[in-house]
Nanobody, 125 residues
Framework: QVQLGESGGGLVQAGDSLRLSCTVS????????VGWFRRAPGKEREFVAV????????QFADFAKGRFTISRDNAKNTVTLQMNSLKPEDTAVYFC??????????????????WGQGTQVTVSS
């Protein structure tokens, strides 16, 4: 059974950094693209970033470009989302998601098969 678990959320001030981790278990991690999404209060879930199976392809939402980076360690079954220069509008529950593909880079939530429970990120002004 494929399971995803997020960690690293918390309460920070504007301008601070946070590192979110997503650990995947129950499967061969290197077959999976892994993405991050977020849901802010009162808003729809939105795409943040994605990384392909071996880490050589990434894609970011416009709001994340230049501030967020995504990386993976296939030996540790972990994907990391490094978030810098955080803003109050980054406040949301952040979810990681995985899909078994080495062919394309999924960016829509309905393209992902497995989801974590989410971790809260709160950025105060």
């Amino acid at each position: 059974q494929v399971q995803l678990g997020e960690s690293g959320g918390g309460l920070v001030q504007a301008g601070d950094s946070l590192r979110l981790s997503c650990t995947v278990s129950g499967t061969t991690f290197s077959y999976y693209a892994v993405g991050w999404f977020r849901r802010a209060p009162g808003k729809e879930r939105e795409f943040v970033a994605v990384i392909n199976w071996n880490g050589d392809l990434t894609q970011f939402a416009d709001f994340a470009k230049g501030r967020f980076t995504i990386s993976r360690d296939n030996a540790k079954n972990t994907v990391t989302l490094q978030m810098n220069s955080l803003k109050p509008e980054d406040t949301a529950v952040y979810f990681c998601a995985a899909h078994a593909t080495r062919v394309f880079l999924p960016t829509y939530d309905d393209q992902f098969s497995y989801w974590g429970q989410g971790t809260q990120v709160t950025v105060s002004s």
